[in-house]
């Protein structure tokens, strides 16, 4: 009995849709380089310090060259999602849409000599939304990720800076995410921020936040419920 039981369990259990699992609320966001305290330090004059953050964005984002890109996933319409419904007929795998590292534009890496920024002082960092499954993130509408400096004095030692896309922006067409096994060549949009003149050797407490209509960002009990802070030192001699 035990076993016919076990046997008419398993035949419920898809191998691509988990049948139970911990959904998330609000989507996270994290920051890359990936560090172990969320703080981006670089001692401009000492390679070391700032190359193994260069060495991590290399790998992080060798899935985002446009060669493979445009070898694996698909041309989407802006603006839209791109939605795959099964309609009875398992559709596997599902197609996800380019992010083209190019799309990143002074911090894709390609071809720069200042290495994201970081051997002159003015470093990409690198904002990403956790993966939610069948989440339709924005709720229809544009949305977009602004940074801050938390405390007045670090809003004044932040300085300026850039974002690729223009404005921060996340298109709709990225979402929703089938999981894992579904979306098999999925890469998550991306949003990077080029610091161009952060006050050196000070700590710079930065938040950054994803402004969508279904996504909150005040939950003080979840820190990186649609935010991420994390601290920037720039140190020059």
């Known amino acids: 009995m035990f076993t016919l039981t076990m046997w008419v369990m398993l035949q419920t259990v898809s191998d691509h849709t988990p ?43 060798e899935p985002y060259n446009d060669s493979i890109q445009a070898q694996k996933n698909d041309v989407c319409r802006p603006g839209r999602y791109y939605e795959q419904p099964d309609n009875g007929v398992l559709n596997y795998p599902k ?26 002082g003015q470093p990409c960092v690198f904002i990403k939304m956790n993966r939610v499954i069948n989440f339709y993130a924005g709720a229809n509408q544009s949305m977009n990720v602004t940074c801050v400096g938390k405390r007045d004095e670090d809003a004044e030692n932040l300085g300026h800076f850039v974002m690729f896309p223009a404005n921060g922006s996340i298109d709709l ?17 991306l949003v990077a921020v080029k610091f161009l003149n952060v006050t050196p050797n000070v700590e710079v407490n930065v938040e950054c936040r ?11 009990r979840d820190k990186f419920a649609g935010r991420v802070a994390f601290k920037l030192r720039i140190n020059k001699t």
Request: aromatic share 12%.
């Open 173 to 189: 067409m990225y979402f929703p995410y089938y999981g894992k096994k579904f979306h098999v060549n999925y890469t998550q949009p």
């Open 19 to 61: 049948k139970y699992q911990d959904r998330l609320t609000t989507p996270g966001l994290m920051i890359r380089p990936k560090t172990e305290n969320l703080d981006v330090i670089v001692n401009v004059s000492d390679t070391e310090s700032w190359d193994q953050h260069v060495q991590k964005l290399n790998k992080f984002l």
């Open 95 to 120: 197609r996800a849409c380019q992010f083209n590292r190019t799309q990143l534009g002074d911090c894709s890496g390609i071809g720069d000599p200042t290495h994201y920024g970081y051997s002159t």
């Open 210 to 220: 994803i402004n969508a209509a279904n996504i909150a960002t005040d939950d003080e």
